[in-house]
């Protein structure tokens, strides 16, 4: 089975620097998604950004980029340019391509704090 | 373009008590997922439908049940409550049938159980 495992729990930074995210996953497909979701204190979840396995470019959407390591399963996200529309709780995001599913596996989610 | 909605946003039910939630995509989004979100055990699949059919299942009991209408709406309903389903319900819909489709997540429906 697919596991997702945050390794970070909580983390902060200082407005406008920059700060990395770890995820690591286990899988034996070796054809699948990967995805960042933030969900702000409001509770809304949504996509920040998403990277195919296949792909070897790194996504990046405007301040927010990964470090996809396929080998060692590893997806990092890093925001820069930190702002206090940030803070909020990031979840690691799963999804095979076999089967046609949509099911998600999430990790355990990271709490980020921005100090002004 | 209206997001996914769901209804009510929040509830408090009593052990033993069964309870239905509802589910509306996006329209024009076929395949809808449910997830349950708790401090302890973070967000876990429940199921997934699409067109009315259920294609996939968590890790559940059976008290843990749902379905899909011909518009898409989803409810999922839990019978005999129990305190550890005191959760966060939350539902995603997605057009489906591309791999590349982004899922969208309504705000959620908060449970209580006394």
């Known amino acids: 089975a697919q596991t997702v495992t945050q390794s970070q729990p909580e983390m902060s930074v200082q407005e406008a620097e920059t700060v990395t995210l770890s995820c690591t996953y286990d899988t034996s497909e070796s054809d699948y998604y990967l995805f960042w979701y933030k969900q702000p204190p409001s509770r809304q979840m949504i996509l920040v950004i998403r990277?195919?396995?296949?792909?070897?470019q790194n996504a990046t959407e405007n301040r927010f980029s990964v470090n996809f390591q396929k080998a060692a399963k590893s997806f990092s996200l890093k925001i820069s340019d930190s702002q206090l529309g940030d803070a909020a709780m990031y979840f690691c995001a799963y999804r095979a391509t076999q089967g046609g599913s949509e099911k998600l596996v999430f990790g355990k989610g990271t709490k980020l704090t921005v100090n002004p | 373009k209206a997001g996914v909605t769901q209804t009510p946003r929040y509830l408090i039910k009593t052990r033993g008590q069964q309870v239905t939630l509802s589910c509306s995509p996006i329209?024009?989004?076929?395949?809808v997922s449910w997830y349950q979100q708790t401090p302890g055990q973070g967000l876990q699949f429940l199921f997934e439908y699409f067109s009315e059919t259920q294609r996939n299942k968590g890790n559940f009991p059976g008290r843990f049940s749902g379905r899909q209408f011909s518009n898409s709406r989803s409810e999922m309903n839990v019978s005999t409550l129990e305190l550890g389903d005191s959760a966060l319900y939350l539902c995603a819909s997605s057009l489906a049938l591309r791999l590349n489709n982004e899922q969208f997540f309504g705000p959620g429906t908060r449970l209580t159980v006394l």
């Open positions: 990277q195919e396995a296949y792909k070897q």
């Open positions: 329209s024009g989004h076929r395949s």
